[in-house]
Nanobody, 123 residues
Framework: QVQLVESGGGLVQAGDSLRLSCAAS????????MGWFRQSPGKEREFVAG????????YYEDRVKGRFIVSRDNEQNTVYLQMNSLKPEDTAVYFC????????????????WGQGTQVTVSA
């Protein structure tokens, strides 16, 4: 069992940066790849970024590639999403999630989810 808690969201202006954190608890954290998803009002939840647990291989949705950086610290049981050059289009609730499938971008392949943290980017 894995419990995930996101933090670090807030209200920022376009061009600003935020770092989201996802603290995990449970004995099997190192068995999971970690992903970040986001959901805006009226839209489906979408994949943002992910990181494997074996070699910390990172993969990103095209619209955030080059702006966002995902990382993890297994010793601290924490995954991060550094968000730079934020745009109003990035406004969403951001969720972290854990998957046993390496490289997955699909919601159905993630077993555990955090409660989400709101990110709002003003123009």
């Amino acid at each position: 069992q894995v419990q995930l808690v996101e933090s670090g969201g807030g209200l920022v202006q376009a061009g600003d940066s935020l770092r989201l954190s996802c603290a995990a608890s449970g004995r099997t954290f190192s068995d999971y790849a970690m992903g970040w998803f986001r959901q805006s009002p009226g839209k489906e939840r979408e994949f943002v970024a992910g990181i494997s647990w074996v070699a910390s291989i990172r993969y990103y949705e095209d619209r955030v590639k080059g702006r966002f950086i995902v990382s993890r610290d297994n010793e601290q049981n924490t995954v991060y999403l550094q968000m730079n050059s934020l745009k109003p289009e990035d406004t969403a609730v951001y969720f972290c999630a854990a998957s046993r499938v390496t490289g997955s971008i699909y919601i159905a392949e993630y077993d555990y989810w955090g409660q989400g943290t709101q990110v709002t980017v003003s123009a």
